[in-house]
């Protein structure tokens, strides 16, 4: 998707994980987190690149799920600044050249733990040996997205 400001976000998404980029069109490269309403916990590390956060927030087929944890890292991007204050918070990056920011991340309603488990069960980390540093091992990731997505549904 493009936005008329020009950024560019591609998302490709596993059962419990999802891989984005985001392209920007200028200097600022920056990713923002909030959540619906206060009903949830968001932490930062900048010097990782990661963040971990939990919503309380649930949906009318949310029947007997509690929390939602979340783990997220950014590959290869260098975090330049970020805060965060309750549920919302922004990391800002040096995009380098290629101005792309790429986000991992998975979610769990077991814990932060295993949300990280999730991560590197459904979207490994690309093995430096093999790939740049700015590159994750995404085209798995989306083929395997466009073959669930097109699969045939069950019928109850």
């Known amino acids: 998707m493009r ?14 994980a999802a891989m984005l980029r985001f392209t920007y069109p200028g200097d600022d490269a920056s990713v923002l987190f909030d959540n619906v309403t206060d009903q949830a916990g ?24 509690t ?11 260098k975090v330049t600044g970020g805060s965060a204050e309750g549920v919302k ?10 101005r792309t920011v790429t986000l991992r ?3 769990s309603l077991i ?4 949300a990280k488990d999730n991560l590197r ?6 093995r430096p040996s093999t790939r740049s540093r ?9 083929s395997s997205a466009r073959s669930r997505w097109r699969a045939p549904r069950p019928t109850s």
Not at 135 to 141: D, M, V
């Open 121 to 126: 069960q459904e979207i490994p980390r690309a």
């Open 67 to 77: 929390r939602l944890f979340v783990y997220g890292e950014f590959d290869g991007a």
């Open 134 to 142: 700015r590159t994750p091992n995404g085209s798995g990731t989306a």
């Open 111 to 114: 814990s932060v733990d295993q």
């Open 105 to 107: 991340l998975a979610t």
């Open 89 to 98: 918070g922004h990391l800002r990056f040096d995009a380098g050249r290629d």
């Open 3 to 16: 936005f008329e400001n020009g950024l560019k976000a591609e998302m490709a998404p596993t059962d419990h």
């Open 42 to 65: 968001l932490t930062l590390d900048e010097e990782n690149g990661t963040f971990t956060g939990y919503s309380d927030v649930k949906s009318g087929l949310s029947t007997g799920a």
